[in-house]
DNA sequence: GATGAATGAGCATTCATTCAT
DNA sequence: TATGAATGAATGCTCATTCAT
């Protein structure tokens, strides 16, 4: 019979439908980072957002399209940062910032990759993160960043004309994947610099031996 | 009606205990890869398995324990021929045995990534898919199949001398990796050559510009 | 078919959440008395009340919290009318009035006594039942009503003033308890009038020879 | 396929029906006292027993069979000692013998009380151990025993001529069974001396004011 | 006889979802 | 429109019992 949203709500939120979407997401992905995904139920995503159970059904058809839209969500903003990276062309050297980029996108994979993880998991769960990818796009693509910094650094003449940028920037990812991978799997808190990959690539780059 | 294994399971097995816990890993795979780690519920696995639910616990002591065996063991089958990888080295062209690798290994990863998924999605299986893969060591590491191959070329004399063997492979493993995830998460059946990263790769190894 | 709670739960309550729990706690007592508490499972007494199986944790947290609510609850409802006994001083004769106790007594007792021994068979159950009891208290002690009635007695003069008034109830309440327990270990219906140990007692409290 | 009792089983009995089954019935008394009767289930006694599960299928007909045995086995073992409570006669003092039956029956309950209260809860266990009851009889009867010890004193003199023998161990026997009642439900250590009640029931036996 | 694996019903508990209020 | 109680299927696991060997 309560019919207003609560206050602790309407303290955050102006109470149009987009912005208690909003809420909610954000209280998925506070719990599936605090607890991990299979913690999420809706009974726990309803007391962290302070709102009744059923009312989540309101603003989300089920479960999985609300998990699979925080999870796309979470991604987006951690990989924010990512945007930003081709400006650093032209500053520091090269080789830093390539190292800086794989410091870095380490720290947003670290984030991300146990919420995709239970997405792989669950044939369902990745359906609905793929869709709602396709909403959300584009989806910020470290590749492309790389590449567009490497581009920006070689009309800066830091690159050799011949460099191939792209493929420089694919591997950078792969190594990214890679370590975020075996820090999962063998629960290290090591970050590896990749300074001899690093050093191999900037050579690639500028040409010298 | 207590007694004898079903017929089903000793058509496929001896009915030694052996056999019908590799009959049991296999069930659980199959269950996993056809409707994901979250759909391997004991039920589902014995039922794939033919057998009565309380069957399980006479050859596994908990769910977890049978879900991180068949998971290691099924990453042990699929990463088997890695092993051989090696023995090409002096065999046909250093990019195509490069090139070779990277498609296998990605065939692998597909068949192996849902599962490991599963598990960073799930601390308490994460521990024991730890646990089992200290006790299944050595595990089939795809980056040292890669460096092992790469030195004999060097000794070869396909590689140069000076050739970072161990940044290449790493790289080399970090593609693959990216591929795979890029595969799960937009299903995609695409397999990139990865023609470009690889010609990059040799010319650092053979010191080619 | 979710909601509003079934019609013959409705035709008993009035469906506030006390009348609800209330209820479940009756069918719990119900299967208890009926079949035992080992038969008390989840089922039976979602059964019993004619309600779902999950509804019961909507009122009580665990099984264990529901029984030992029942227990305690059934004891206290039995036990209601040993509260009324000091009102019977002066009234009839003392002898006839112990008489009076050990019958209503033996009567409580013997619906109390499954129940209770239940607990003392489960020592999670029994820590509940405690816990429970200390929340309930007041507990009904029959001693102490028997011996408030027994100083009444001696205050009107019908008990000389030297007699051991707590000595006698708990003799009294002894015998009690051991004729349930008789009666239980033997299926037996008798219902020993323990004439010659009242006329025992009665003479230590009169101290007539 | 193996024939022969273990080795272990054959160290403590001759191998004949009789002691296999009384070792089995050693074995669910040890599994019941320390852990209960409910964890006595035919896994836990088989194991303790060092034989198959399935063997004892071949001693007793099903787990309440040999369980309501054990309990009452177990129960007669416990209280052997009461038989002896006659020979005091004439030794110590009256008050002090009667003193002493309630230290020792007291701690005879204690064991016994946990095994009758789980039979109390179970109805099929509990008609088990009155068929059991039946064919072990006589069983020692505590207030038998005290009646025996009173009647031998009034011969010797050392209790009144007109003393009633019989309601005074009823009383005896049933503070007993209070005491172990009391000190189950509320966990208490405290064993009450009863000194009030027995000098009570003496000033009774020797018709002292 | 002794074995121990197979059985499957049974257990307490959780959960996404619904809908009368 | 927000609520929160009701639902009942599903979960991992245990257990007494059977019976081919």
């Known amino acids: 019979m309560p019919r207003p949203l609560p206050d602790s709500v309407l303290a955050v939120t102006d109470g149009s439908p987009e912005q208690v979407r909003a809420h909610i997401l954000s209280a998925a992905v506070q719990v599936m980072t605090r607890k991990g995904v299979s913690a999420a139920s809706t009974r726990a995503i309803a007391e962290e957002a302070a709102l009744s159970g059923g009312t989540l059904y309101n603003y989300f058809s089920t479960r999985e399209e609300l998990v699979a839209r925080a999870i796309v969500r979470h991604s987006l903003e951690v990989t924010a940062s990512i945007a930003a ?33 239970a997405a792989f998991a669950d044939p369902g769960l990745l359906d609905a993160v793929r869709r709602e990818m396709l909403d959300s796009f584009p989806l910020n693509d470290p590749a492309a960043a790389v590449e567009k910094y490497l581009l920006a650094e070689r009309r800066l003449g830091r690159v050799a004309t011949g460099a191939d940028c792209r493929a420089v920037a694919s591997i950078l990812v792969g190594l990214c994947h890679d370590d975020a991978f075996q820090r999962h799997l063998h629960a290290s808190d090591e970050r590896p610099t990749r300074h001899k990959e690093i050093t191999l690539l900037v050579r690639s780059l500028t040409g010298t031996r």
Do not use: C, M, Y
């Open 85 to 117: 990276f081709p400006a650093r062309a032209g500053t520091h050297t090269v080789a830093r910032n390539l190292q800086f980029f794989v410091t870095e996108a380490g720290k947003a994979l670290d984030r991300i990759l146990p919420l995709l993880a």
